[in-house]
């Protein structure tokens, strides 16, 4: 496996294509409290019904300040279609050479995939929590990804 980045430490910068084709950067979001969901594939069970969640949780998301986005391996063609398809709220941003999720060490065992993952970025850019799923059908939980933003938005150091 790759990277094991752990909490309490700077989260590596990134930039990567949104489902418009747009840059989106990790270091322009300094100042707020940022949610990297990792997740497998577009139009896949688990994964629909994950950012299906988020999607149905989106003002509990959306009180907290936070910017939230998902990352998979899929082009940006196919997250905007997705996005449309289910009408996801959040920006969801395409990985394509799994490279942002080999940096957060946010692989799945099963080749070429990318994990099932929360990440939370304090607005200072240090990782306030993680969890990563390399493996299985379990999705992280809406609740404690939200508490997780709390705390991280709480953090003063």
């Not at 920006?91 to 940096?103: I, Y």
């Not at 957060?104 to 929360?118: D, K, L, N, Q, T």
């Not at 850019?125 to 493996?135: A, E, K, Q, S």
Request: proline content about 5%.
């Amino acid at each position: 496996m790759s990277n094991n980045l752990s909490v309490n430490q700077s989260a590596p910068d990134f930039t990567l294509k949104d489902g418009n084709g747009d840059d989106w950067r990790l270091s322009d979001q300094r100042g707020k409290v940022v949610v990297l969901l990792f997740y497998p594939g577009d139009e896949t069970p688990v994964c629909t019904r994950q950012m299906c969640s988020v999607r149905d949780r989106w003002d509990d998301y959306l009180a907290t300040g936070a910017e939230v986005v998902g990352i998979s391996g899929d082009s940006v063609e196919s997250h905007k279609n997705f996005a449309e398809h289910h009408n996801l709220p959040l920006r969801l941003l395409s990985d394509s050479e799994r490279a942002v999720a080999k940096l957060y060490g946010a692989e799945s065992f099963i080749p070429g995939r990318v994990a099932r993952a929360v990440f939370v970025i304090d607005p200072k850019g240090i990782l306030r929590y993680r969890d990563v799923r390399p493996i299985g059908l379990f999705k992280p939980k809406d609740d404690a990804t939200i508490a997780a933003i709390k705390e991280a938005s709480n953090v003063r150091n």
